[in-house]
């Protein structure tokens, strides 16, 4: 079953969007001719300045996975996030069918 993965980012300042730019293209390029992905869209926060969020989506989780933990990833991913000064956050989200209600973990 397809997954959407989000990530956010935090941009403190324009001087670190302007760096940060490329970095972020070439994640995007690179992740769309990996095995198992399907679409990504970009997202700038309206009423929130300097956050942004990146929706893929990814036939499994294990395609993105392996994308993930892949040295040519990592080793950009770091790159933004030393800019950033934090680490980028994830989420990640499969779709609901036909209503059937979410999981929960017993307490």
Do not use: H
Request: net charge neutral; with cysteine; hydrophobic share 35%.
């Amino acid at each position: 079953m397809a997954v959407s993965v989000i990530i956010q980012r935090r941009v403190k300042d324009k001087e670190i969007g302007a760096k940060l730019a490329p970095y972020i293209v070439q994640l995007r390029s690179k992740a769309s001719v990996q095995p198992g992905f399907i679409t990504g869209q970009t997202f700038s926060c309206i009423d929130c300045d300097g956050e942004y969020m990146v929706i893929s989506t990814w036939d499994t989780m294990e395609d993105w996975q392996r994308w993930m933990n892949s040295d040519e990833r990592r080793m950009i991913q770091k790159k933004v996030d030393d800019l950033l000064g934090e680490s980028s956050r994830y989420r990640y989200y499969e779709p609901l069918v036909g209503g059937i209600p979410p999981k929960f973990e017993d307490a």
